[in-house]
């Protein structure tokens, strides 16, 4: 299914989980945790029992994925946790604000991330590649409005950083640490 990442194969228990470990209902975002004792899940850290409990909630390991299940069992993948950006009281996932920076025609690639703000925790910063012979004229302005009229105004970005590529890992990956001390 277009979207999707799949459905847990059998013998795993894969579930949306709240901060408490609860399993969320159909639909609601969260994050995708695995039930231990599964057959393919790392047993501890090596003489880290600290870190190792870290990793957990109850018998359900934490993978750090925010995602939402359907009724047929099929996961959709928000953001990483890690990703998600706070501001003003609001959790922010980064993808549909990435995606719909990516919807314009001149715009590559984009990423999101949270930065340091006194009044709001943090606040949207964008980072666009753009085409080939794309106008940056008024384009920043162009983005940051599409955003509010297509997502939301209040996840926004506050400015967008045109930049020639943005760092990936060897997977194809961004590494949004690095655009975080850029």
Known sequence: MAGKMGRA??????AVIDASGDVLPTGEVGEIAVRRPDPVMFLRYWNKPE?????????WMRTGD?????????FTFASRDDDVITSAGYRIGPSKIENCLCGHPDVVMAAVIGVPD????EVVKG????????????????????VRDKVNPHVAPR????????PMTA????MKRELRDH
């Open 9 to 14: 194969g059998p013998g795993h228990d894969v």
């Open 51 to 59: 870190a190792t409990a870290e990793e957990f909630t109850g018998d």
């Open 66 to 74: 925010l995602g939402a299940c359907d009724g047929a069992g099929y």
């Open 118 to 121: 006194a009044l709001r925790t």
């Open 127 to 146: 980072f666009v590649v753009l085409r080939d012979g794309a106008d940056w004229t008024g384009l920043e302005a162009a983005l940051i409005q599409r």
């Open 159 to 166: 400015w967008i950083e045109r930049i020639k590529a943005l």
């Open 171 to 174: 997977t194809g990956k961004i």
